[in-house]
Structures are given as C-alpha cells and as structure tokens.
C-alpha cells in the first residue's frame, strides 16, 4: 500500500517569506513591494499579522521603522492536486478487491490569512483530509465502481470533503473531486473471498436465468414442440379453459421449466388451483393471489344479479365481498395507503359500485395515486382508472386491463409502480 503523499509540495501555494527592505522614511526613498495578479501577499509586522495586500504596488512607509515587516505571498488561482494511490482502498462488495485509484482534487486558498500563520503545511493536510474522505466512500462502494470509472466514488469522497468545513479549518476551499483511474489488482485470493464470489455468480446466474423465463410466454405451439407430456396433460379434459389462459398470457413458464428433467411431473390441476378450479387447493402458483377471480369463459349469458358475478369453480360472489378482498389485498402492499367509498346513483342509494384511491411511495422519490372506479358487475366489468404522479395526470395504458378476465387490482398497482418507478 503506498501513496504520492511524499510528493507533495507545500510551495506550489506559498512562496518563502521575505524580510522586506523599508528604506528611507524620506519621500520618493522609501520601499516598495509589488505583489502580481493572481496572488495575495501576507504582511506582518513585528511577528503579528498586520494586513493582506491585494496585487499590485505598495510602498512601505506606512509600516513603523523599528519593526521587521516580512511577507509571504500565496497563490490565490485554481488549481489541482494529484491524490495517487497502490493498493490502499479495498472495495468490499461482492468480494473484496483491492484497487489502484487516482484522483484529482480541484482547490484554491480561501482564507489565505489561516494558510500563512494558523497551517505548517495546509496541501499534506488537505491530501490527507481527502484519503480519509475516499476510504470512508470506498467502504459504501460495489465492483460497479471499476465500470463506471470511480464516478460514485469520487462524488461520494466530494461530499464529505464539503461536510469538514476545509475553509474554516484549513483556509482551502474544494471545488471538485475527479477520477482519473482506477483498476483491480484481484478479486480476493482468500477463503472468504472465494467463497463470496461462488455465490454471487451462483446468484447472479439465477437472476438471468428468471428474467429469461420472466419474459418467456407459454403457447400451445411451443408446449407442443418442446414439452408435448406437459401438453397432454394440460389439455386434457380442460382445453378450452386452459387454452384461453395460455393465449392471454396468464400462465408463468417459470413454474413448468423450473422442473428438471428426470422429476416426476407436477399434476397441472394443483398447479392450476390459483384460478378457482374445483376439487384442488389453493396456491396461487403462477404469480396471482388465492382464489383469483377469473371470468367464467365456458358459460354463456350474464348473471342473474348485477351485483354477483360467476366463479370458474361454479357459484357467485357478491361485489362486496370482492371488494373486501381487494381492499385487503391492497392494504398489504408496502407503503399504499387505500381510501374506498361506495358508489351511489342520482337519488343517493347505493348502486353496488366503489370507489378507490390508492397512494403508492415512488422509488425515486415522491408519490403515485391511482383512482378506480369499479361498477356495480366488477369484476366481471373492467374497472376505469386514473394515475397522477406527484399530482399531475399522467397516461398510461395496462397491459392487464388489454387482456382482463377478473384479476384483482393489487396487479394493476404493481404493473403502474413497476412503471413509473
């Protein structure tokens, strides 16, 4: 582990100090002093500070004759110092790796006053106000430092920079914090290390290989070609309802192409049980609550009742009771908060629909609200609804609302989040 800390130089800001000659407290015979542009000049006058001057000439008559008047000029421009390091921060995340990091701080004299009388050596202390600040960002930092180019590592280091009040303490101001380099010198070669990076990759594989599956979509043609078991199972003695479910996309492939080869096969009505089919349980295996209510696509004519709606299992239930269900369901959504009030018609009697607001916390800060409007045959009916993000109406056009058969709201939430973020 080593760093350029020995290269640095505390004259690149001050110049030595100089015993000013006075001369004659005569007119026209005394001193003068000129300090250039881009420069101040420190005065002190027997030991103690006396004043700063600004660039250009200045006679010393005013200063007492008994008294020594010495002056250190400073350096008042932009400028940067080069911060390089071998092996002295270790990023931890995945694994831990060891890096070579470059930087460039961007700095000028703001008080240069504390630079000359308060501060022995203001740039070695600034270069290790900086180390600190970067080891502190580096402990937060991830492998995807090393792709982006330290860009979170140098902003991150910036920051605390600005949190130690340098002005104050060292008279320098920081401006900016850049990443010139960085590199891995290894991945770890210890126990630990290895360990951790097995399951990362084991893990990260796992992620591909599920969004693979996640933007898969189950057809008849494909179950035919590739898994026709599967196929006879499935389309026996339920084709019409199972058909309709795989063309309209309800059906997640990763529950079938998770099975290795040589399992025995998973029976496809318990897989099924999710959509109120009789005679199984209740899983809800492919990605929609329990009981999910589905339109009955093999019975022809509506409902007797305006408020009941019929089930794939046989029987009806009441738009209440889904809606106490849906309500439910939305309520375990983390951070949503859910209003609803029931709809009535022009002479204020209930008419059987409902009303909903939904508030949902954004990721990147900030809220969504989504109004439904569920009528009196929900969910037989599609619902209408609306979003407004941070309280401007924005579009958006569901995919579930395109191909609806009864899903439950919470799926329209997630689908809006999923969204906008």
Known sequence: ??????????????????????????????????????????????????EILQPGTHFLGRYRMFRDVKA????????????????????????????????SVEYRVADPRRVVTEITTPLTSLFDRVIQAVRGSVAYANIDEIRTQGEGIARAAFQRLQAMQ????????????????????????????????????????????????????????????????????????????IKEMVDKGLMDPAAFLNQAGNAPMSNPMQLLSGFGMPGTANSGMFGLPANAQQANTGQQGAPNSSQAVPQLGGGT??????????????????????????????????DGSYDLRIRVPRNSGGEIILYFT????????????????????????????????????????????????
Not at 317 to 343: C, F, Y
Request: charged share 20%; proline share 6%.
């Open 166 to 241: 340098l002005p104050e303490v060292l008279g320098l101001q920081v401006f900016n914090v850049l990443t010139t380099s960085i590199k891995a010198t290894d991945a770890g070669n210890d126990a630990l290390a290895q360990l951790q990076m097995g399951q990362f990759t084991k893990v990260q594989d796992w992620r591909v290989d599920n969004e693979i599956m996640r933007q898969s979509q189950i057809t008849p043609e494909w179950l035919m070609i590739n898994r026709p078991e599967l196929y006879a199972q499935l389309m026996a003695g339920n084709q019409q309802i």
């Open 374 to 421: 569920c009528p009196s045959t929900f969910p037989q009916t599609p619902p209408v609804f609306e979003v407004e993000i941070n309280g401007e109406s924005m579009p958006f056009q569901s995919a579930i609302l395109r191909r609806w058969t009864g899903q439950y709201l919470i799926e329209i939430v997630r689908e809006v989040k999923q969204y906008f973020g």
């Open 72 to 103: 250190t000029a400073v350096d008042l421009r932009i400028k940067s110092m080069m911060v390089s390091t071998s092996r002295e921060f270790t990023i931890s995340q995945p694994v831990p790796v060891e890096i070579n990091l470059d930087l």
């Open 1 to 50: 582990m080593s760093t350029n800390r020995h290269l640095i130089n505390n004259n690149e800001i001050l110049q030595p100090t100089l015993l000013l000659d006075k001369g004659l407290p005569i007119p026209f015979l005394e001193g003068k002093y000129q300090v250039d542009q881009g420069w101040c000049s420190v005065i002190t006058e027997g030991g103690a500070f006396k």
């Open 317 to 350: 239930k009441d738009v209440h009771s889904r809606m106490r269900e849906e309500i439910n369901l939305l309520q375990k959504q983390p951070g949503a908060k859910t209003e609803s009030k029931p709809g009535v018609d022009a002479n204020g009697i209930a």
